[in-house]
């Protein structure tokens, strides 16, 4: 079985732990990391992602599998260009979009998408309580600034993108760009929004094999 690591969102974590427990009740050895922001780790994605490598770096085992949830994927590309312990990415909800980079924009879309909703919102407060508004304001920033198309081409593990259909925050537009610029495949999940894979743990597992195979 495989050793995956999962970055999840800004400020967010409770969301992915259905995912996290899943892999490893199918014998996966999974780790679900503490998300940008949270008081303890770097507000911003850049420090944030470097720190990720580094710990992987110290562990001293390759991880087979980086998969990185929205912002996480940013993060996670910062972290795949530290280490070289890190075989295989997989991007899920790539952001942010070129068309959102600002802070209006991001956010604005972020609130009324009108794509299906993952976690009710008093699902995440106790999550975002955890960073503060200042700390998740400084995240928000970073992750317009740090650009996913700049940093793919430059990393040599393998890459997989997940382009949910109806995410609000990324065009397929996008998705297939950063697919072909990190010379990997493209993964789409009809029907799905932003917040994928929660609630639809066969289907992650489905894309899961796939990027490991």
């Known amino acids: 079985m495989a050793r995956?690591?999962?970055?999840?969102?800004?400020?967010?974590?409770?969301?992915?732990?259905?995912t996290a427990e899943a892999l490893a009740a199918a014998g996966h050895d999974v780790g679900l990391v503490d998300p940008v922001a949270w008081h303890g780790?770097?507000?911003?994605?850049?420090?944030?992602?470097?720190?990720?490598?580094?710990?992987?770096?110290?562990?001293?085992?390759?991880?087979d599998l980086l998969v990185g949830l929205s912002v996480g994927t940013q993060a996670a590309a910062v972290a795949a260009g530290h280490t070289s312990r890190i075989r295989r990415l997989l991007l899920v909800s790539p952001t942010v979009d070129p068309r959102l980079r600002?802070?209006?924009?991001?956010?604005?879309?972020?609130?009324?998408?009108?794509?299906?909703?993952?976690?009710?919102?008093?699902?995440?407060?106790?999550?975002?309580?955890?960073?503060?508004?200042?700390?998740?304001a400084h995240g928000f920033d970073s992750a317009i600034k740090v650009r996913?198309?700049?940093l793919l081409p430059k990393i040599t593990a393998e890459v997989t993108i997940v382009h949910s259909e109806l995410?609000?925050?990324?065009?397929?537009?996008?998705?297939?760009?950063?697919?072909?610029?990190?010379?990997?495949?493209?993964?789409?999940?009809?029907?799905?929004?932003?917040?994928?894979?929660?609630g639809d743990g066969a289907g992650f597992g489905r894309v899961l094999a796939e990027a490991l195979g």
């Open 148 to 150: 996913l198309e700049r």
């Open 102 to 136: 600002s802070r209006l924009r991001l956010f604005g879309t972020f609130l009324f998408g009108g794509e299906p909703k993952g976690p009710a919102l008093h699902q995440q407060v106790p999550d975002w309580a955890r960073a503060g508004l200042v700390r998740i």
């Open 41 to 63: 780790v770097p507000d911003r994605l850049e420090p944030y992602g470097r720190r990720v490598a580094a710990e992987i770096d110290r562990d001293g085992a390759d991880v």
């Open 4 to 18: 995956i690591m999962i970055i999840p969102g800004l400020a967010v974590r409770g969301y992915a732990t259905e």
């Open 167 to 198: 995410d609000s925050l990324g065009s397929h537009g996008y998705a297939a760009k950063l697919a072909a610029d990190g010379g990997g495949r493209l993964i789409i999940v009809p029907g799905a929004g932003h917040s994928w894979p929660t």
